[in-house]
């Protein structure tokens, strides 16, 4: 297996996943068979090969230096699960 | 300075560009705002939302490159940095990886031996910042939530990646100081530390003298005063030093700065390996600068620090440290110039520019900007002490007249009365009366006493306020006394 | 034929000669819903108070004798990953339960130019990930065809409520076949256009380089009619192409003779099914007797591209869904002593399993030390498999092949999600390409079951692809066929 309980628990946690220990197997499981299947891709020789970031060749989209409406506060805050002062309340941040 | 080892000091220093709009949105970029008055639901990563770059920043970065003899990259492309925090909406900032704008750039930087030194930079790239935590209570990790604004959200950043070329507190701050006149110059940011539009990251690091690798650095994030960075790179080095010394070890991490205590302490947050999981930027195309558009910044960049400095040295004569001084700062350096243009004494012109203009400004802490008086203002005073209007001592009341008032030499000196007296007649007759009222002291200087000289000058000076001519006081006295 | 069974061309016309209301039409659809909604679950919001308030608008703007748009007084259903100012846009996921976006996609700016009326926000799998619609975090969505079985996904429910005559038209999204995919299994037409045709700005973000916006229509008529109006080029998207949006409509009922056909062999594979392949074949023949060539051809890395796919799109979606983490909307898991406690526990309650997979798999191949070895490498396939389809369009006007390789399955028939994933090899190749593709009706199979056609063009060879694909439906009945509900 390409991954195990270790390597589940390390990237959940980059991705900020609470993971039960069942699943933690379940997953280790499952990501293992999808990276065995993309395994495939190492038949190819992919050496001298560009990779794509975009399917269309667009290059030098830019905006202007012009001031756009921002939005009220009210809306900016109508969807905070918590706000105080104007602002956006979240928990403690060092534990 | 620190035995038998050498420090390296790694800067890299965030800049705000001082764009209208914010980088990916047309929210205004603007210091101060009520909270979360300037977000939208593009800075504030709403679901759906996309972003689209502000050609102004582009135009910035490439000037500051030019500026900081940087080669421009023809093909540049953004990334996003994975990581989560409150102040981040959409838990990745966009940034640069591999293709910055610029790379392998560099400035000169003049120490105090007046030797001059190169500072190499690595590269610099261009991103958004984040946003703001106010923290309830006493600060970070005693208060049990914090609120977030994030009007700073999408500012243009650029961050300036030196060289491991810096080894002393003096020449970090002389590289901080040249980066910061140099982004002044070209007007792509007011690097204001005390609002955060210039802050720095700094990296340390301490191994033998001789030895060819660096030993494991320590990192101070976000440091926004040169005072506190010269404070801590004289004080790090020396703990790295005694941690070595006692056997230890140097644990690689990030240290915030006490000022208070003068020390550095480690964070208290858990220490985590971070892997930011920087890939291609899907939402933002590449980014080609033709040589045309590179060019057509490169016309538009006024003339530099180093170059202007040259020139005064060169053309206007003055002294090497005075026109470093001057030029360091781009106001400073135009009202030289400005004073320059009226009145060709360039050397005088800098000598009350060094002295009692600094003086006042650093007094009053104003900036040039809000100085009430004209160049030409300045230039009308020397040209009344060339004409022997004013001495050089009324000189002095009359320019902190103008500094205080704004109003103009000539009416200064009208309305004070402060005007010279070089009239031969007039003097005599007041020089006069200053020998009969001290006779004791002309029978001193007549029997051989001549330092009585002086005080009959200061006696003169005195019955005139200040007025007199003093190289014609001194002639008509020596007659007089000797008699 | 109640309202409910027309398309919009035909409504339309029946608006313009005063024959029904806009009003009449809004409650022949809700009439509908009221009727099968309980059994096919294609909605998660619906709006019809809104939606009689705008009818009566278009109504009173033909009485005052103005001139209204195509789709003016047409009930649309949209996805709900599509951002709608207003109205709850949850993209099925308990993340974004009670999320009420302050503004509106671009499409949906456009649409309501054009006076349309929102029927409501349609079913979807969670965030866009999966292909059966089962991996919402509210209801299943079943096919219309057949309760029993999945009406595909991602865009599941904007599939079944255009095929149970929910809804006239509908918006879908497709990142590696969400629109095709359940247009094949729910017997109706679907188009994912051109990446960059289409604004993405307000399309909630799976896969950014792959996601693009389609119409699902009954025919391809009001298909060509719908991507009148939502595609062009959008100052909020950088990635938006910048060029003029033809007519689509004016490619209809041309000629067919002479186009040159190429049929992928790597798309009749041992994975499909024998019933799917004949009718393809059978269409190609039908199309070969209107006047146009076919050849078989070959696409070498087609078999790779699920494999490359299936590390772009998660790699791409662990960022784009990094977002949702409490702070600013949606969910914020209640119980939570500091900051990063709090971004794992409203990430855990929030998300379903097959997001937190594909968040998981996306990260690790994104993570240090596996970046080149797994995302790169699948960015360098991605130009194989681009080059291929580069290679085929230099020859040929369309490609054509199955949309899927069976016709819909089971609820709950797949549960290993490797088995999920095959079901798009057929599409996915067209996603990473960036090319546009549709899926029609073609036929039955022995279950009763719609088959999907998939016709593929060049980069903005949409006009192209609709000349076939009205030509075939012309010259055939299978569009007229309705889901007996």
């Known amino acids: 297996m390409k991954i195990n309980k270790e390597t589940v628990e390390k990237v959940a946690h980059l991705a900020r996943l609470e993971v039960s220990e069942d699943e933690k197997e379940l997953f280790a499981h499952q990501l293992s068979d999808i990276l065995d299947h993309a395994e495939k891709l190492n038949e190819l020789d992919t050496e001298d090969i560009a990779p794509t970031a975009h399917a269309l060749p667009i290059q030098n989209v830019f905006r202007k230096d012009e001031v756009r409406a921002s939005l009220d506060r009210e809306a900016v805050l109508a969807n905070a699960p918590q706000k105080d002062e104007g602002m956006f309340k979240v928990p403690q941040i060092v534990d | 300075m620190l035995d038998g080892y050498e420090m ?221 960075i010269e404070k801590a790179l004289k ?249 | 034929m109640e309202l409910y069974q027309l398309t919009a061309h035909q409504l339309h016309e029946k608006l313009v000669n005063k024959e029904v209301t806009a009003r009449e039409i809004t409650e022949s659809i809700y009439n509908r819903i009221e009727a099968v909604e309980k059994d096919v679950k294609a909605y998660i919001t619906l709006t019809k108070e809104d939606a009689l308030k705008q009818a009566d608008k278009v109504d009173e703007k033909i009485a005052n004798g103005e001139e209204i748009a195509p789709l003016a007084g047409i009930p649309i259903a949209i996805k709900d990953n599509m951002s709608t100012e207003g109205v709850k846009t949850t993209c099925a996921s308990q993340i974004l339960h009670n999320y009420k976006p302050p503004y509106d996609a671009t499409v949906i700016k456009k649409l309501v130019a054009e006076d349309y009326i929102m029927v409501g926000k349609t079913n979807m799998d969670e965030f866009a990930m999966g292909s059966s619609t089962e991996n919402s975090g509210f209801s299943k969505t079943a096919n219309p065809w057949d309760l029993t079985r999945v009406p ?61 916006i389609g119409p699902f229509s009954k025919d391809i008529t009001d298909c060509a009619i719908a991507l009148n109006y939502i595609a062009g080029h959008d100052e909020f998207d950088s990635t938006s192409a910048n060029r003029e949006v033809p007519d689509y409509t004016a490619s209809l009922n041309q000629d067919i003779a002479g186009m040159k056909i190429g049929v992928p062999s790597e798309y009749f594979g041992d994975g499909i099914d024998q019933e799917v392949k004949d009718a393809v074949w059978a269409a190609i023949k039908k199309l070969e007797e209107l006047g146009a060539e076919y050849e078989e051809v070959s696409l070498p890395h087609t078999d790779y591209a699920l494999s490359a796919y299936y590390l772009i799109a998660p790699a791409e979606a662990s960022s784009n869904l990094a977002r949702y983490d409490g702070v600013r909307y949606g969910l914020r898991s209640e119980e939570a002593k500091g900051l990063v406690e709090m971004y794992k526990n409203t990430r855990q309650e929030g998300f379903g399993d097959e997001v937190k997979r594909r968040i998981m798999l996306g990260t690790y191949a994104l993570s240090s030390g596996y970046y080149d070895a797994y995302y790169k490498k699948a960015q360098k396939v991605r130009t194989l498999v681009k080059q291929d389809f580069d290679k085929a369009f230099e020859k040929y006007d369309v490609l054509i092949s199955p949309t899927t390789p069976t016709t819909s399955f089971k609820a709950g028939a797949k549960k290993d999600p490797l088995e999920m994933y095959l079901s798009d090899i057929c599409t996915i190749p067209i996603n990473l390409a960036g090319i546009p593709a549709l899926s029609m009706p073609c036929g039955l199979d022995s279950n009763g079951l719609p088959i999907g056609l998939q016709i593929m063009g060049n980069h903005f060879g949409e006009e192209k692809i609709l000349q076939v694909a009205h030509a075939f439906e012309q010259a055939t009945d299978f569009h007229k066929k309705q889901a007996s509900l």
Request: proline letters at 4%; a negative charge.
């Open chain 3, 152 to 212: 595909g996904g991602s865009s599941g429910g904007s599939a079944a409520a255009v095929a149970a005559g929910e809804a006239i038209i509908s918006l879908g999204s497709d990142t590696g076949g969400s629109i095709r995919q359940p247009a094949a299994f729910c017997g109706v037409v679907g188009l994912k256009p051109t990446y960059g045709l289409v604004s993405r700005y307000g399309l909630v973000a799976f896969a950014s380089s792959l996601d693009q």
């Open chain 2, 8 to 228: 390296t000091v790694g800067l890299e220093i965030h800049v705000q560009l001082d764009t209208d709009t914010k980088i990916f949105c047309g929210c205004k970029n603007e210091f101060g705002a009520e909270p979360n008055h300037h977000t939208c639901p593009i800075c504030l990563g709403l679901p759906g939302t996309l972003p689209v770059l502000n050609e102004k920043a582009v135009e910035y970065i490439v000037k500051a490159g030019l500026a900081l003899n940087c080669e421009i990259n023809t093909f540049s492309k953004f990334d996003r940095k994975n990581y989560f925090y409150a102040d981040l909406p959409k838990a990745y900032q966009i940034s640069q990886f591999d293709l910055p704008f610029c790379e392998d750039g560099h400035v000169m930087i003049q120490l105090e031996d007046e030797t001059e030194m190169k500072i190499g930079i690595t590269r610099i790239h261009l991103e958004e910042d984040a946003g703001k935590l106010n923290h309830a209570g006493e600060g970070i990790a005693s208060s049990d939530s914090s609120l977030v604004d994030y009007n700073r959200v999408g500012t243009p950043l650029i961050e300036i990646v030196s060289e491991p070329d810096i080894h002393s507190p003096e020449q970090a701050i002389a590289y901080l100081k040249k980066i910061k006149s140099i982004l002044e110059y070209i007007g792509v940011s007011d690097c204001d530390m005390s609002q955060g539009s210039m802050r720095a990251d700094v990296n340390i690091s301490v191994a033998p003298t001789g030895s060819d690798e660096l030993g494991t650095r320590t990192e101070l994030k976000n440091m926004n005063s040169f005072k506190a």
């Open chain 2, 235 to 483: 004080y790090e080095p020396k703990r790295q030093i005694k941690v070595l010394e006692s056997g230890g070890e140097i644990i690689q991490g990030t240290l915030t700065w006490d000022d208070e205590a003068g020390k550095t302490i480690p964070m208290r947050s858990k220490e985590e390996a971070h892997d930011y999981r920087y890939f291609p930027e899907p939402d933002l195309v590449p980014v080609i600068v033709e040589q045309e558009w590179v060019d057509g910044i490169e016309d538009s960049l006024p003339e530099l620090p180093d170059a202007r400095q040259k020139r005064y040295v060169e053309e206007l004569g003055i002294p090497e440290y005075d026109a470093m001084v001057i030029t360091a700062d781009r106001e400073m350096a135009d009202f030289f110039e400005a004073v320059v243009k009226e009145h060709n004494d360039a050397k005088a012109i800098s000598n009350w520019i060094m002295g009692d203009f600094s003086r006042l400004l650093n007094e009053e802490s104003i900036t040039i900007a809000e100085v009430k008086f004209k160049p030409a203002d300045l230039a009308q005073m020397l040209k009344l002490m060339d004409e022997g209007t004013i001495s050089s001592k009324i000189a002095k009341t009359v320019f902190e007249e103008m500094f205080a008032t704004g109003k103009n030499p000539d009416t200064i000196v009208e309305e004070k009365g402060l005007k010279q007296i070089s009239d031969t007649s007039e003097l005599e007759k007041i020089i006069d009366q200053v020998i009969a009222d001290n006779q004791s002291a002309l029978e001193d200087y007549r029997g051989g006493n001549k330092n009585v000289f002086g005080f009959f000058i200061g006696q003169t000076m005195k019955a005139t306020r200040g007025k007199a001519n003093p190289g014609m006081v001194n002639k008509i006295l020596k007659e007089k006394l000797e008699g």
